[in-house]
């Protein structure tokens, strides 16, 4: 008698695929397209998505950066100011909502009525990136020329990009009540004042997370109709949620959702594709072993099993065996600096601040 499951492929049966390789799973089977050294890739999203910057750069594949700093600028100095971290320095985009906002801002077609934040010290704040400039803006003009700057910037990597990585973080997020603008954390914590009749809470579920991306996948379309993009659910947990539920319901609900999503517009969208790194980091397979102490920090070992597979399935003419991988990865100064202070640049640890 034969069925559905008759000489499954060994990837179909748990037995084969986890039980039997522990560790040494492997949950990719068929990635359907490859970066060549010649595709400039950008990469944005959560926190998470910090650690593929350097090892795209230093595996030698053209991680694109359209806002560098100036030359005169001490090394020290441009890492403190995000310069190098990101194509541009639009900071941590956590969700899909943020991702279209900032499309639709640099291109003109959205202007948020709340554009300027203060700090304690009376600081300019740029309300979505509140973290990107240390201490803030001096003064308006200086917030506004390096806005202008930056939004110029990222219509390059956008037009310019063969490949975006985009790492879904979050389902939470604060928006304006009036315009809909979503900020990357919540009014009042990391520049600005939280008034409950002008900032609302929303917990995106499938449909709104599915719209947003296929709203910015046929916009992009418009500007960049080359452009492949890999989305990737970042395994980090959430650092605080603002529903009356224990953090652990809310992130398995965020991750789940988010999950969901991706594979929704995946199966839809041609030239869209899964890496499944929040599968290699919490899956059983890993036992644990790929989170620090805190049970929320992805440690050195995680971050090198994901790049590892990425390298293997996704980059062109590389596998995990190569000598960079093993040596110019860990050496390269843009990594050694994220194992520093990656979680220092995550905006969402400004939801819990430290007594």
Known sequence: MTHPYSGAAPHRLWRKSVSALGSGTDPVVDFPFRISRDDKVVAAGSC????ISGRLRANGYDFLVTEPPHPL?????????????????YGNIYTARQLLQ????????????????????????????PQIQPGGFASLEEYRCDRDQH????????ESMDVLIFTLGLTECWEHRVDGAVFPVCPGTAGGCFNPSTHSFRNQDVAEVVSDLTSFLQELSEVNARARIILTVSPVPLVA???DQHVLLATVYSKSV???????????????????SYEIITGPQARGAYFAD???SVTEAGVDRVMNLFFDHVAEGQSSSD?????????DHYTIHAREVIDALCDEFALDAQD
């Open 151 to 158: 939004f110029s910037a990222v219509r390059r990597a956008i």
């Open 323 to 331: 000598p960079t991988l093993s040596g110019v990865s860990r050496d």
């Open 48 to 51: 998470f998505a910090q650690h």
């Open 73 to 89: 600028l001490p090394p020290e100095i441009a890492q403190a100011y995000n310069y190098g971290r990101f194509s541009a320095r």
């Open 102 to 129: 900032l499309l639709r801002r640099v291109y003109g077609r959205f202007s948020p009525l709340e554009d300027v934040w203060f700090n304690d010290e009376e600081a300019l704040i740029d309300p979505f990136r």
């Open 241 to 243: 949620t603002a529903e």
């Open 294 to 296: 805190d049970l929320r």
């Open 258 to 276: 988010l999950r969901v999503a991706a594979e929704t517009v995946a199966r839809r969208v041609t030239g869209v594709a899964y890496f499944p």
